[in-house]
């Protein structure tokens, strides 16, 4: 079974789950995930796991992801991105005194930890429910806020019409950050509404767009180059070098001991001495308890 992470820059109009499909038919391989969903209008990184690999996707979901965004002030949509429909527009006067500094400012409060409401298009449950067809159903939806860290909202360009301002913004931010309601909440704050027109992610950990191939691409049949499971580790986890007695250990479940002076939080890649992948290990109690285990037809 070939494994490993294969990085895709999602066109417009494909869903993540269409792109998991031509993968599988492209790689002739079943066992296929991705690492968080794009809306079908954006673009950019979608990263997929195959075979073993899918075992580590979590770990790249909750990483920090990049996307380039266009907001437009001026009016607001029921999806708090341009697919919705437009359910208020401010008047042209309103939109002319929306200065620089005040957008700004209003993003620069919306920086660090922060409490967000999620889109209520969005997937999350409401007893047991994706929220979205909730609203599909013509039932009004408000999910409660949840916590979220931005690390940072970078202006890269504003630009005006008589009727609209759009703002076009560089934002790095934690697994569950919604970026439409970036938009949405930017609206509200200047009253004037605001939704999201344009995404691209750039980011999903250390994965980017470089070396990337396209879904249309794969859907033109353009081969893909799988990422090497130990490769892809060596990226997202410290690694430890294991000797053969500490081989033995983990693949019978036991810990084996850290090799350096310190034990910190992070998890470690347990690579052999032949550069293959063995397992995740969690430090815990002073020493290294295999989390995840691969078998021997994934170890490279």
């Given at each position: 079974?070939?494994?490993?992470?294969?990085?895709?820059?999602?066109?417009?109009?494909?869903?993540?789950?269409?792109?998991?499909?031509?993968?599988?038919?492209?790689?002739?391989?079943?066992?296929?995930?991705?690492?968080?969903?794009?809306?079908?209008?954006?673009?950019?990184?979608?990263?997929?796991?195959?075979?073993?690999?899918?075992?580590?996707?979590?770990?790249?979901?909750?990483?920090?992801?990049?996307?380039?965004?266009?907001?437009?002030?001026?009016?607001?949509?029921?999806?708090?991105?341009?697919?919705?429909?437009?359910?208020?527009?401010?008047?042209?006067?309103?939109?002319?005194?929306?200065?620089?500094?005040?957008?700004?400012?209003?993003?620069?409060?919306?920086?660090?930890?922060?409490?967000?409401?999620?889109?209520?298009?969005?997937?999350?449950?409401?007893?047991?429910?994706?929220?979205?067809?909730?609203?599909?159903?013509?039932?009004?939806?408000?999910?409660?806020?949840?916590?979220?860290?931005?690390?940072?909202?970078?202006?890269?360009?504003?630009?005006?019409?008589?009727?609209?301002?759009?703002?076009?913004?560089?934002?790095?931010?934690?697994?569950?950050?919604?970026?439409?309601?970036?938009?949405?909440?930017?609206?509200?704050?200047?009253?004037?509404?605001?939704?999201?027109?344009?995404?691209?992610?750039?980011?999903?950990?250390?994965?980017?767009?470089?070396?990337?191939?396209?879904?249309?691409?794969?859907?033109?049949?353009?081969?893909?180059?799988?990422?090497?499971?130990?490769?892809?580790?060596?990226?997202?986890?410290?690694?430890?070098?294991?000797?053969?007695?500490?081989?033995?250990?983990?693949?019978?479940?036991?810990?084996?001991?850290?090799?350096?002076?310190?034990?910190?939080?992070?998890?470690?890649?347990?690579?052999?001495?032949?550069?293959?992948?063995?397992?995740?290990?969690e430090p815990r109690d002073g020493r290294l308890h295999p989390s995840i285990v691969f078998p021997r037809d994934a170890a490279k």
């Amino acid at each position: 079974m070939r494994s490993g992470f294969l990085v895709i820059d999602k066109d417009q109009d494909f869903t993540s789950h269409d792109v998991v499909a031509l993968a599988r038919k492209s790689l002739k391989e079943k066992r296929i995930g991705h690492a968080g969903t794009l809306d079908p209008m954006a673009t950019g990184v979608l990263v997929l796991g195959v075979g073993h690999a899918t075992r580590l996707l979590s770990f790249i979901t909750d990483g920090s992801k990049t996307y380039l965004a266009k907001i437009r002030l001026g009016s607001a949509t029921n999806t708090d991105d341009a697919q919705g429909e437009i359910i208020s527009v401010a008047q042209p006067e309103k939109i002319a005194t929306i200065t620089d500094l005040q957008i700004t400012d209003e993003l620069a409060k919306r920086t660090g930890d922060i409490l967000q409401r999620p889109s209520s298009v969005s997937a999350i449950k409401v007893d047991g429910v994706r929220s979205y067809k909730r609203v599909r159903d013509g039932e009004a939806v408000e999910l409660e806020a949840r916590p979220v860290h931005i690390s940072s909202q970078k202006i890269l360009k504003i630009s005006r019409a008589d009727d609209f301002v759009d703002v076009e913004i560089e934002v790095t931010c934690s697994a569950g950050t919604y970026i439409r309601a970036i938009a949405r909440d930017l609206g509200d704050v200047l009253n004037v509404g605001g939704h999201l027109t344009q995404l691209r992610r750039t980011h999903v950990g250390t994965f980017t767009i470089d070396n990337s191939i396209t879904s249309t691409e794969l859907k033109n049949g353009k081969e893909p180059k799988v990422m090497q499971l130990v490769d892809a580790v060596r990226s997202l986890f410290r690694v430890r070098e294991i000797n053969d007695d500490e081989e033995i250990a983990i693949f019978h479940g036991r810990a084996i001991n850290e090799n350096s002076e310190n034990v910190n939080s992070d998890r470690h890649a347990a690579i052999n001495s032949v550069g293959e992948v063995i397992a995740i290990l969690e430090p815990r109690d002073g020493r290294l308890h295999p989390s995840i285990v691969f078998p021997r037809d994934a170890a490279k």
